[in-house]
Nanobody, 124 residues
C-alpha cells in the first residue's frame, strides 16, 4: 500500500519561504516520478514541479521557475519542495503525487498515487 504524506504547509507573508515534505512508503520508489501539484479554490489541480528519481531530471511550471526547487532524500524516501519568494497567487492546497511512467509528468491524471494535501497560504 503506497502512502504519501505531505507536511510543511502554513501561513507566510509574501516574499517568504516554506519547505514542503512528502514522505513516501509502501514500496521502492527508485523508478518513480514524484510530482507536486497545487489546487486553489474553484480551480483545477495544476502542475508545479516533478522529479524523476531514476534519471534525476526535474521539471517546473513556468510560474515557479527560479523560485521553487524540487529535491529528494532517497535514504528517507522523501521529496521536498523548497518554495522561495512566495506570492499570494501561490496560495493553494499542495499535493504530492507518484507514478512509474516517466512521460507526461505535467499531467495530473497520469499519476497513480496522491497524498492528502497541505495548505499553503501567502498573505500580501
Amino acid at each position: 500500500q503506497v502512502q504519501l504524506v505531505e507536511s510543511g504547509g502554513g501561513l507566510v507573508q509574501a516574499g517568504g519561504s516554506l519547505r514542503l515534505s512528502c514522505a513516501a512508503s509502501g514500496r521502492t520508489f527508485n523508478n518513480y516520478v514524484m510530482g507536486w501539484f497545487q489546487q486553489a479554490p474553484g480551480k483545477e489541480r495544476e502542475f508545479v514541479a516533478a522529479i524523476s528519481l531514476r534519471a534525476g531530471s526535474t521539471y517546473y511550471a513556468d510560474s515557479v521557475k527560479g523560485r521553487f526547487t524540487i529535491s529528494t532524500d532517497n535514504v528517507k524516501n522523501t521529496v521536498y519542495l523548497q518554495m522561495n519568494s512566495l506570492k499570494p497567487e501561490d496560495t493553494a492546497v499542495y499535493y504530492c503525487a507518484a507514478k512509474r511512467v516517466s512521460s507526461s509528468v505535467r499531467n495530473a491524471s497520469t499519476y497513480n498515487y496522491w497524498g492528502q494535501g497541505t495548505q499553503v497560504t501567502v498573505s500580501s
